[in-house]
């Protein structure tokens, strides 16, 4: 973590998500696990999407 509060992505987890530098990202964690899941935007949206469709009975404006 940056002193900004920033978490610094290696440039090859970066390329592999499709991400640039700056980009912002979810992050999900799993400790019992040790896991920490890093989501691009376009997975975000990809999850959200269709839970956002079914319930308000559309898809994207």
Sequence with gaps: MTGQGHLRLPAA???WCGL???DRVL???CPAEGLLVVHPPAAVD????PVHA???GGGRP
């Design 27 to 29: 992050l999900a964690a």
């Design 20 to 22: 640039a530098a700056g």
């Design 13 to 15: 987890v970066r390329q």
């Design 46 to 49: 990809a999850m959200v999407v």
């Design 54 to 56: 079914a319930v308000l």
